[in-house]
């Protein structure tokens, strides 16, 4: 209970800006829990979207694989179903590469989604602390200058005292939200890296089950160029 007591104390003594430093906390937590357990449960459908795709994909059993990544709500399987879709209709590599980059683009924003907010509730807090120190001081100098002499130095260390809680809460605040932030602009960047890496796998995959076909030509036709066209899928 003493421990109690000494918070509400602090809590107290801080002024009125310590209200918006909790809401602000209060804010930074909702958001870190939130970004925390969606990240998490994307990077494990992810892991296991690739998981059930990736022997299929180098098998070369690509119907099969664009039916399983249509059902897929995963970011690995969004982002392979365009590139699959985009693999059927086509045979240039650069056209498949272009659609999974869009399908990747959509995705990112999810990812990142509500994340750059911990950075500012971290800035705000800190100056809301520090806003609130400088009028907690002002009002003791206003109080100190109507005070007695012997009175003024005493009461003017003490209200020093009083106006520092709230810097010192808001810093408090601001600490744990930058790392949090960093924190999940980690996950956010491995998340990233990963679905860049499926891309890769995936269009390797397509180049290796690709042949090259020379087309007929007749006498008076000039050389022709290569064609890419899919080689038939093995059963």
Not at 69 to 84: F, M, T
Request: with cysteine; hydrophobic share 45%; proline share 5%.
């Amino acid at each position: 209970m003493e421990a109690w007591y000494t918070v509400v104390h602090f809590f107290k003594n801080g002024g009125t800006f310590m209200y918006p430093i909790v809401l602000v906390m209060a804010l930074g937590c909702a958001i870190a829990i939130e970004r925390f357990v969606t990240l998490s449960l994307v990077g494990k459908r992810n892991k296991s979207a690739w998981e059930k795709l990736e022997p299929i994909i180098k098998s070369g059993q690509f119907e099969q694989a664009r039916e399983l990544a249509s059902k897929e709500d995963s970011p690995v399987g969004q982002l392979l179903s365009a590139g699959l879709a985009r693999q059927g209709a086509v045979r240039r590599r650069e056209d498949v590469e272009r659609a999974m980059e869009e399908s990747l683009m959509a995705i990112l924003p999810r990812l990142e989604k509500r994340t750059h907010y911990l950075a500012t509730f971290a800035n705000m807090s800190t100056l809301a602390g520090l806003l609130g120190t400088i009028i907690g001081l002002i009002d003791a100098f206003t109080a100190v200058s109507n005070a007695d002499l012997a009175d003024k130095a005493e009461l003017l260390s003490a209200s020093i005292s009083i106006g520092m809680n709230c810097t010192a809460f808001g810093l408090m605040v601001a600490i744990p939200l930058v790392l949090v932030h960093s924190l999940l602009q980690t996950k956010t960047t491995e998340l990233v890296d990963g679905l860049e890496m499926v891309s890769v796998k995936f269009l390797n995959s397509v180049g290796e089950r690709a042949t090259y076909v020379r087309p007929p030509r007749t006498r008076d036709q000039p050389a022709p160029t290569l064609s890419m066209q899919p080689a038939p899928s093995q059963a």
